[in-house]
Structure formats: C-alpha cells, structure tokens
C-alpha cells in the first residue's frame, strides 16, 4: 500500500509543477485533464503527508521520552500519535479503493409503476416526491423529462432529471424494485395490499463519452398529453426518439418547445447507451465477485416500505428505519450512508484478496 501511496504523491508532485507551466496552461485541454487528475489524488496525497507527518511525531516524542524533564509531556504525544495512527491507515485504504468513474455525474432516473395496478402508480409517484424532497435538501435541480400521469394523481412512469455535486454517488444504488405493504385510499375492508415500483439511476454522459449516429435514429413528434389536460399543446412539440439497432425508445414531451424535448430525449437516449455498456462491462466484474449492495439490476427487489409497522427494510444490508413520515418526505441519507458504507467494505475486501 505504501509504495503505491508514494506514487501518488510523486506524481501529484509532477503535474503541480506542469499545471503552473505556461506553456501548459496555453494548452487548455491538456491543463484541464491534468487539473482534474491533480484534484482526483489530492486528498489521498493530503491524508499520506498526514500519516507520514503523525508517525514522525510518534518518533520524534518516542526519542524525547528519554529526557526525564520532557518525558511526561512526550509521552502523551506518542500515545495521542500512536492512537490516530490506524485510523488514519483505515482511511488510506477507503481513499486508494478505485472510485467510481460516474460519482460525480448527473443522473437521469426512471420511475416505473409495477405490480399493483392504481396503487403501484401511486407508490411510484410517492418514492418521485421523496427523491424531489431529497433533491431539494441536498440543493440539487431537478427537471421532469417525460411523465405519463394516472386519474388519481399516481405515474404508470416518470422520468426526470437531477444536476448537482456528487448526484450519482448519492442516488446510485437506489436502482431496483422497491416494495409496498399498506392499506390503499381504495380498499374498503381495510386488507393490506403489496405493490412495487421500478427505478433506474442512470449516469447522464456527455456527447463525447458515447457516439450515436445520426443515421440510426429515427424521430417522430406528436401532441403532448396529460391526465385533466394537463401540458396539452396544439403544436406537435413532443418528441420520441428510436434508436433502431437496439429498439431503444425516449420520449419527451414536457417543454414548450419541439427543439427542447428532442435535446433532452438525446440526453436520455445517450444515458441508456452508456449504461448498456456499463452493464456489459459490470457483469465481467460481477462475474468474479457478487457485490454486497447489489448491481442495480432492475428486477432486483431491493427495499420494503412497510406502512403498518411504519419500517423501511433494505434488504441489500438488512438495515431497517422506523420513521416512515421522515423517510417519505427525504429524510433518506442514514440509508444512503449505510449503502456507501457497505459497498465501500466490500469493494475494500476486494482489494485485499
């Protein structure tokens, strides 16, 4: 682990040194990729030059011990170093596991209604106002990309997009089937009934990280629609999207403007090429080893919201909340706290094999 830890902070040394060259910075493209390299190793070279820095004062106060009038005062500053010392080991080796490459981007998610009929398009709508709630907490931006509302105020599906630091990171292993257990509006005799909802986390890419040809697009535009008439347009400004060698399908229709919806079905088109190649290259990994927290597959049954008990259930790490209200309304970061943590032990047990 060591050697590797010099590595970094030699190399972190070299590109400080290119990234304030003028002939470096005249060229943009090179000083950014270098920029953005420099900020991907900082904090591991920081944490490094802390070990290095806390081990020497472990020495150094290991050697004043011998000073009878320093002894007192150099011993608690050994056993203060010798205390912080594996803690700091620990977070060496979480800050070398290799991160994420899609950590830092936007997401684009999809929220389908499953088994359940009505009351699953109501659950799909109420886990679309929790990630809102989420969204607002954490000061991300959220945008509605396509939505198919049903008579009761449910979605059948709703697809939306939120920008913002570290969206991906946060949201990523919310991909699954989530599960409810509860008396619905509907149901005179009160008898419990189970619903599920799909949701997609994709990472939004940029167009330079996937090509799509032209010619392999087909586009048709109609009338958007809407349950009460809702987003109804006289013009025909929705647009959907085919990608006809993978049958893939967008819609957009929530813009004004066909210009705006057709931008943003791309961004959605180029977002689920992306993930196809994710997966493909996810499932050689997973192949060697089953992850703890689970791939994100979306029949993968990943939580239960239990009404009558008022329990959240993650079945991935077992971990269960009792305060449902909270949870609904976005209260979800001990949850997704204990996702990373989970998926951080067991990519470090990777490491280590």
Not at 68 to 87: G, H
Not at 97 to 121: F, W
Not at 211 to 238: C, L, Y
Not at 262 to 283: C, F, G
Request: charged residues 35%; proline residues 3%.
């Amino acid at each position: 682990m060591f050697d590797k830890l010099e590595t970094v902070e030699q190399r972190y040394e070299e590109i400080t040194k290119l990234i304030s060259d003028p002939e470096v910075i005249a060229n943009q493209s090179e000083w950014q990729k270098l920029m953005k390299e420099h900020a991907s190793i900082e904090e591991i070279v920081l944490k490094y030059r802390e070990y290095k820095k806390t081990k020497q004062t472990m020495q150094e106060a290991e050697e004043m011990m011998q000073d009878k009038e320093l002894k007192e005062l150099a011993e608690m500053e050994f056993y203060e170093a010798k205390e912080k010392l594996p803690k700091i080991e620990e977070e060496l080796k979480i800050l070398l596991i290799p991160k994420d490459p899609d950590d830092d981007k936007n997401i684009i998610c999809e929220i389908r209604a499953g088994a359940g009929g009505e009351e699953a398009a109501l659950f799909a709508g109420t886990l679309f106002r929790m990630y809102s709630m989420y969204a607002e907490k954490k000061h991300w931006n959220l945008e509605i990309l396509n939505e198919n509302e049903t008579g009761l105020g449910g979605y059948k599906e709703i697809t939306f997009m939120v920008t913002g630091k570290g969206v991906y990171s946060r949201l990523k292993f919310e991909s699954g089937v989530h599960r409810v257990q509860r008396v619905p509006d509907t149901e005179s005799s009160g008898r419990i009934h189970t619903s599920t909802a799909t949701v997609a986390v994709l990472p939004v890419v940029e167009d330079v990280e996937i090509e799509i040809n032209p010619a392999d697009i087909k586009m048709e535009v109609f009338r958007s629609s809407g349950a009460g008439g809702q987003h109804i347009n006289k013009t025909s400004s929705a647009v959907r999207l085919i990608h006809e060698p993978t049958g893939i399908v967008v819609e957009c229709q929530t813009e004004r403007s066909q210009f705006q919806n057709r931008d943003n079905a791309m961004k959605m088109l180029r977002t689920k090429l992306y993930e196809i190649e994710k997966q493909k290259q996810d499932s050689e990994v997973a192949n060697a080893r089953k992850s703890q927290v689970g791939s994100g597959d979306r029949s993968e049954k990943i939580r239960t919201y239990n009404y009558p008990q008022g329990r959240i259930t993650d079945h991935r790490i077992g971990m269960s909340i009792y305060q449902m209200e909270n949870f609904l309304n976005g209260d979800i970061d001990e949850m997704v706290d204990n996702l990373i943590a989970a998926d951080r032990a067991e990519r470090l047990q990777g490491e280590e094999e």
